[in-house]
C-alpha cells in the first residue's frame, strides 16, 4: 500500500476528518480495493452489516419543464406531443393504485413548469396525505422548491411550511447537479444556484425538516469539482444537520442534448460512492440508486461503502427517459434476495430511517 493511502487509512480509523487533498488523492489512486475495504470499514462502523431499502412509489407529476437542462432527457415543451401534466386527481389515482403493494412513501418530483401555481402542489399533496396519513411524502427538490417560491412570490420558508401543513415530510436531495456556478451555467442556467439550492436545504434543517442530497456526475467536471461539492455539504451539515443520505447519481447521456458523452464507467461509478462515504463523514447514509447504477453495480456498491440501495420503485420515470436499461421497479422479494446474497442483512425502513423490519 502507497505511504499516502496507509496516511490516510490511519485517520479514518482514528476518526480524522479527511482533506480536500486526501479526497483528490483517493480519486486518482488506482489501488481500488483498498479503497473499497477503507470505505467499508467507514460504513460498517456506521451502520453495521445492515443494508437499507424502502418500499415507495415514485410520482412525477409533469414532464413539463422550461429548466431545458442539457443532462435531461425527461423535460419537454408544453407544446410537445409528448407532455404530460397529471391533475391532482390522476396523481392521487396513481398513487392511491400502489398503497396495496406496502408502500411506506410517495416519492414526487415534478418539474419547473411554467404555469402550475404553488396551490395544485399542495392539493395534490394534501389528498394523498388525507387519504393515506401513514405513508411518508417526500416530495419536491431544492430546485423546485427554488423555483415556487420565485414564481408565487413568497420567501423560501413560506413555501416550505405551506408544503408542510400540506402533508410534505422530507425533501429528497435532487436539483444540486455539481456545485460549480460555471458549470451549471452551461448546463442549467435556468436552476437554482449553487446558493440557492444549499439555502434551500439550510432553511428546510433549521425547520427540522430532513433532505437528502445528490450529486450528477460523469459529465463535464473535474474530480476537484466533485470532492468540492463533498465539501460544501459537509459544511452545511456540520452547521446545519438534516441530510439523511447522500445520492450519488452517474450522467445518462442517452436522449440528452450531450449524447456525446460516455456512460460512466463501474470504477468511477465504485470510486465515487467509496470516496464520498470516506469524505461524507457527518452524513449516515450513502444511497446506491439501484435504478441508475444497475443491480450489479448496486450490489458491489456495498462493498464500497453504500449501505442504501433505494425503493422498490413502481416505476421511475426520468432515469428511464435516458435509457437507463433496468426494470423500472423490482419487487421487495428481490430487493431482499440481492442484499442478501451480498452477505448483509436487508432492513426495511421507512423514510426518515425508523427500521420496519429485518429478512
Ligand atoms: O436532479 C436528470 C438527475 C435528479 C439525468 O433523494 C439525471 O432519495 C443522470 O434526485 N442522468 C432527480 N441523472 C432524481 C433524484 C433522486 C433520485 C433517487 C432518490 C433521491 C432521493 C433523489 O436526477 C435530477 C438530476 O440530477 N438527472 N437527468 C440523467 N440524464
Known amino acids: 500500500m502507497e505511504t499516502k493511502m496507509r496516511e490516510i487509512s490511519e485517520k479514518v480509523r482514528s476518526n480524522i476528518r479527511l482533506s480536500r487533498e486526501d479526497g483528490i488523492y483517493l480519486y486518482n489512486c488506482d489501488d481500488l480495493l483498498a479503497l473499497g475495504k477503507l470505505a467499508k470499514f467507514k460504513k460498517i462502523q456506521v451502520s453495521g452489516k445492515n443494508v437499507f431499502f424502502n418500499v415507495n412509489r415514485h410520482i412525477n407529476l409533469t414532464n413539463i419543464c422550461i429548466s431545458k437542462c442539457k443532462f435531461c432527457a425527461f ?68 430546485a423546485e422548491i427554488f423555483y415556487f417560491a420565485q414564481k408565487n412570490k413568497l420567501s423560501i420558508r413560506r413555501v416550505l411550511e405551506i408544503l408542510r401543513e400540506a402533508g410534505m415530510g422530507s425533501i429528497p436531495g435532487g436539483g444540486a447537479e455539481i456545485f460549480n456556478n460555471e458549470i451549471r451555467r452551461l448546463l442549467c442556467p435556468r436552476k437554482a444556484t449553487t446558493e440557492e439550492w444549499l439555502e434551500v436545504h439550510r432553511i428546510a434543517h433549521e425547520m427540522g425538516i430532513k433532505t437528502n442530497c445528490t450529486m450528477l456526475y460523469g459529465h463535464v467536471e473535474s474530480i476537484e469539482d466533485r470532492v468540492d461539492h463533498m465539501l460544501k455539504l459537509r459544511e452545511l451539515q456540520d452547521e446545519f444537520p438534516g ?87 423490482i419487487s421487495k422479494e428481490e430487493m431482499i434476495r440481492l442484499i442478501k446474497d451480498s452477505g448483509y442483512i436487508p432492513t426495511e425502513r421507512d423514510t426518515v430511517y425508523n427500521i420496519i423490519g429485518t429478512y
Open 75 to 142: 423535460g419537454l415543451d408544453e407544446n410537445d406531443e409528448r407532455a404530460y401534466l397529471m391533475s391532482p386527481q390522476d396523481a392521487f389515482e396513481w398513487g392511491a393504485a400502489a398503497v396495496n403493494y406496502g408502500i411506506t412513501e410517495f416519492h414526487i418530483v415534478s418539474a419547473m413548469h411554467p404555469h402550475m401555481k404553488l396551490d395544485y402542489y399542495v392539493e395534490v399533496i394534501k389528498r394523498l396525505h388525507e387519504a393515506f396519513p401513514d405513508i411518508h411524502i417526500q416530495a419536491f427538490t431544492a
Open 243 to 329: 441530510f439523511q443520505a447522500f445520492i450519488p447519481l452517474p450522467f445518462l447521456p442517452e436522449n440528452t442534448r450531450m449524447s456525446n458523452i460516455k456512460r460512466t464507467s463501474a470504477i468511477d461509478d465504485l470510486k465515487t460512492i467509496a470516496v464520498s462515504r470516506l469524505m461524507l463523514d457527518n452524513i449516515a447514509h450513502i444511497k446506491a440508486f439501484w435504478i441508475m447504477l444497475e443491480l450489479p453495480i448496486a450490489q458491489l456498491a456495498l462493498y464500497f461503502g453504500a449501505d442504501d440501495i433505494d425503493g422498490t420503485i413502481v416505476e421511475e420515470k426520468i432515469m428511464h427517459a435516458a435509457g437507463v436499461a433496468t426494470e423500472k421497479g
